[in-house]
């Protein structure tokens, strides 16, 4: 059974149909150009509100938030800024983990990982390991992930079980996210207006939607708007 917890003192989350939730954390950068900061102050900007965002989660009752932190595109840019973006994700996963498991996430981490470190590789272990049994949502970070790279993956794991029959299920069944709902809606921040590789199989069906400000900036009556806006779609899926 999902627990769903409440955080908001300001502005009450409302509840929501939506069961799993794609966001793109897009805009740190820009947003850190705009103020004359450097990249990775963006980064860091962007890093001290996910623990407000995923409490807006909790509180509409949403079973499962995967957040694009970065991508296997993310591994060629300026290696300063690649390495300021490890230390973030050493922090959530050792310093903050704390943070995660007190709040009752379970947290895993999806992705390729033959480039990270060892210190990292460990510490993805120990967090998935300490939150494993935790009854509230599940947080899918989605580090060094490429929704392509997740389907060669995929296809990597049906060849090698050799199944009787490939069916769409199967594929799913091989995915990072095996076992979890696809996502009924996908938020990407900053105004670009495009999947990046983000979910490619998962978010057939997923509505989408697309919002000007830069993730630092976002906050929770824009999202609330944004679970207002899907609960008034009409979801056809295919009909």
């Known amino acids: ?20 939730l794609g966001i793109i954390m897009d805009g740190n950068r820009r947003w850190a150009k705009e103020r004359g900061l450097l990249p990775h102050q963006g980064h860091l900007a962007g890093y001290e509100i996910i623990q407000d965002v995923l409490k807006w989660c909790s509180g509409a009752c949403i079973q499962f938030v995967t957040l694009y932190a970065f991508s296997t595109e993310n591994w060629n840019r300026a290696q300063t800024e690649v390495s300021a973006l490890m230390a973030l994700f050493e922090r959530a996963l050792i310093k903050d983990i704390h943070l995660f498991h007190e709040q009752g996430f379970r947290v895993r981490v999806i992705g390729t990982r033959d480039r990270f470190s060892p210190r990292i590789l460990q510490a993805i272990e120990e967090a998935e390991k300490l939150t494993a049994y935790n009854p509230g949502m599940t947080v899918n970070l989605a580090i060094s992930y490429g929704g392509r790279s997740e ?4 296809v990597k794991q049906i060849v090698k079980n050799q199944p009787a029959e490939i069916t769409e299920q199967t594929i799913s069944d091989h995915l990072y996210t095996a076992g979890q709902p696809d996502p009924d809606l996908i938020i990407r921040t900053s105004g670009e207006e495009r999947l990046s590789g983000f979910m490619l199989w998962q978010s057939a069906y997923a509505e989408l939607k697309f919002i000007k400000c830069y993730w630092p900036d976002f906050s929770e009556s824009e999202f609330n708007q944004v679970l207002a806006d ?9 009909k």
């Open 230 to 238: 899907y609960e008034s779609r009409q979801k056809r899926f295919g």
């Open 151 to 154: 389907l060669v993956d995929a």
């Open 1 to 20: 059974m999902l627990i769903c917890f409440n955080y908001s003192y300001k502005v009450s989350s409302m509840k929501t149909s939506v069961k799993h």
